[in-house]
Antibody, heavy 124, light 107 residues
């Protein structure tokens, strides 16, 4: 069964860049045409999609974060990564990675499965 | 941007009871809607996609219905493991959006 695991620093200083990696196991990131996404969840709040990428590097980004977000993929390592620049306290959240299912009708649809998530705190 | 609204914010029910959660979209999303369950400290789990199709391994007590702007998730008989937070998500356009969540708690 496909598994995803996030990794990266749990503490980032304001104005710096948040960097996280998602490692996919028990399956290949390039075995099909699905996308791979990042979603975040501020403490005690709901879910917000950040962006998604496929194995060839095509991306979709949430326009509310677009100017600060870069998502990349490394198929040789079966990983995809998130960079979020110029962070503030408002970027403190649990960051999840997930497979973003593609269908013949649309590139990006529902998310399944999800990684456990990693808490990133923005603080000096 | 399509805004998703879940109601109620909190649903208090007894084990064995029937629970119905509602999700409303600010504009039509056809049947491009998914439901997720999130237990404390765990990742969200896909329950339903296509408004009414259960994901692999999801028990039959979970059912979804609706189209356009109004959707419901019904849990026919609440089990202890069903007390959790539930989210809906639309994927009708290229900007996926989640509702704020409904907490199902033990009465």
């Amino acid at each position: 069964q496909l598994q995803l695991q996030e990794s990266g620093p749990g503490l980032v200083k304001p104005s710096e860049t948040l960097s996280l990696t998602c490692t996919v196991s028990v399956g290949s990131i390039s075995s099909n045409s699905d996308y791979w996404g990042w979603i975040r969840q501020p403490p005690g709040k709901g879910l917000k999609w950040i962006g998604s990428i496929n194995y060839s590097g095509s991306t979709y980004y949430n326009p509310s974060l677009n100017s600060r977000v870069t998502i990349s993929v490394d198929t040789s390592k079966n990983q995809f990564s998130l960079k979020l620049s110029s962070v503030t306290a408002a970027d403190t959240a649990v960051y999840h990675c997930a497979r973003h299912r593609r269908t013949r009708f649309s590139d990006i649809n529902w998310f399944d499965p999800w990684g456990q998530g990693t808490l990133v705190t923005v603080s000096s | 941007e399509i805004v998703m609204t879940l109601s109620p914010a909190t649903l208090s029910e007894s084990p064995g009871a029937r629970a119905t959660l509602s999700c409303r979209a600010s504009q039509s999303v056809s049947t491009n809607l998914a439901w997720y369950q999130q237990r404390p400290g765990q990742a969200p789990r896909l329950l339903i996609y296509g408004a009414s199709t259960r994901a692999t391994g999801i028990p039959a007590r979970f059912s979804g219905r609706g189209s356009g702007t109004e959707f419901t998730l019904t849990i026919s008989s609440l089990q202890s493991e069903d007390f959790a937070v539930y989210y809906c998500q639309q994927y009708n356009n290229w900007l996926p959006a989640f509702g704020g969540g409904t907490q199902v708690e033990i009465k």
